[in-house]
């Protein structure tokens, strides 16, 4: 490694670093604000709020990287600029790839680490720090998911979903057991699907079983009917893991099992794509922004390269949300969605890097 791409590297490091701590700690201290006031009202120790805030942050810092990573890429080349380094290195005759690939380099590297980051810390912060904020509030687990089903346990009921559609607000495969107060099964029903309308759930193509004295078994069938049930979709939105609590590997196999029973898994996909496209917003977002403070580095400062940024970054973050939204609502390719922002970015990064003149 030469002089001067340990030079770039010490740069740019120091001054991701530096920002990334500054973006964790206003996080930390927005999301103090936020939530300590709803926690304090049930009284919680110190300890379990400083764990819940500890794993909440420790599940964002990879989330957050991409901000970093750009202002680290604008004021590096800013501070190059300002000292006319660049100009000095081009008269050596170092060539402008040169002197930029030690950013890339370091951009690809945290984008790997992020992606390492999301796979095995991320989730198991994001299940901690809900699991403690349940504790907290003296909620008790009261489902268990995996690949396979879903089991939730309501008032005197308990639940077994095949599948669950937070678009749709609709149940698939849906079985119900009736517990009376001695938890003995005085009813079970099975359904092909609930959906939920105005205030309750309909219930399709269900079969009941109703078991009497002497155990006799009662069986129904009906085209349709509702039940009075408490839990509504918002309560099963919340019990049920997000993909931001599962690794890749976890929500593929989801997706899998899904698929396999015959329901749309075209928001879980756009999920699972995200998760591997997301880390690389680092990589792109350098790659678009080197061009622009290339551009205005001799003549800005540390307030120009930060406001680009800031203008650069809620660009990026605006087309990827909507490439996202739209693979989740398939109107577009999962896959694609996943990939459309980094491809246009990196391919407009690519070109105006060709066709600036310094």
Do not use: H
């Given at each position: 490694m030469t002089i001067i791409t340990r030079y770039i590297l010490r740069e740019f490091i120091k001054v991701f670093l530096f920002s990334l701590a500054v973006i964790v700690v206003l996080y930390f201290i927005g999301n103090l604000a936020d939530r300590l006031g709803d926690f304090l009202k049930y009284k919680p120790s110190f300890e379990s709020l400083l764990q819940y805030f500890c794993f909440n942050n420790l599940a964002t810092i990879f989330q957050v990287t991409p901000i970093p990573v750009l202002l680290a890429t604008s004021i590096t080349i800013g501070i190059l600029s300002r000292n006319f380094e660049i100009i000095a290195l081009r008269s050596s005759g170092v060539s402008l790839s040169r002197t930029i690939s030690p950013i890339l380099i370091a951009a690809l590297c945290i984008s790997i680490v992020t992606l390492f980051g999301n796979e095995l810390v991320s989730p198991y912060a994001t299940q901690k720090a809900k699991a403690i904020a349940r504790s907290i509030k003296g909620k008790e687990k009261k489902k268990i998911f995996n690949p396979d089903q879903i089991w939730f346990r309501g008032k005197e009921i308990i639940y077994n979903i095949k599948y669950f559609s937070s678009r749709k607000n609709t149940l698939y495969g849906v079985t119900l057991y009736f517990l009376n107060h001695d938890f003995a099964l005085y009813k079970r029903v099975d359904a092909e699907q609930a959906i939920w309308r105005g205030n309750t759930w309909v219930f399709q193509k269900v079969f009941t079983r109703e078991f009497e004295a002497n155990n006799v078994i009662k069986v129904s069938f009906t085209k349709?009917?509702?039940?009075?049930?408490?839990?509504?979709?918002?309560?099963?939105?919340?019990?049920?893991?997000?993909?931001e609590e599962m690794s890749y590997?976890?929500?593929?196999?989801?997706?899998?099992?899904?698929?396999?029973?015959?329901?749309?898994?075209?928001?879980?996909?756009?999920?699972?794509?995200?998760?591997?496209?997301?880390?690389?917003?680092?990589?792109?977002?350098?790659?678009?922004g080197i061009p622009f403070a290339l551009k205005i580095g001799k003549h800005g400062g540390f307030a120009v390269g930060i406001?680009?940024?800031?203008?650069?970054?809620?660009?990026?973050?605006?087309?990827?949300?909507?490439?996202?939204?739209?693979g989740a609502e398939g109107a577009l390719s999962p896959l694609i969605s996943a990939w459309a922002a980094n491809f246009v970015f990196g391919i407009l990064g690519f070109y105006l890097l060709l066709h600036v003149k310094y």
């Open positions: 349709e009917t509702s039940f009075p049930l408490e839990e509504t979709p918002e309560t099963f939105k919340q019990e049920i893991r997000e993909p590997l976890e929500l593929k196999g989801y997706i899998e099992k899904t698929t396999q029973e015959g329901y749309d898994a075209t928001k879980s996909l756009a999920d699972l794509y995200a998760k591997l496209s997301s880390p690389f917003i680092n990589f792109f977002i350098a790659l678009f406001t680009l940024s800031c203008v650069i970054g809620m660009a990026y973050w605006f087309f990827y949300g909507i490439c996202n939204a739209l």
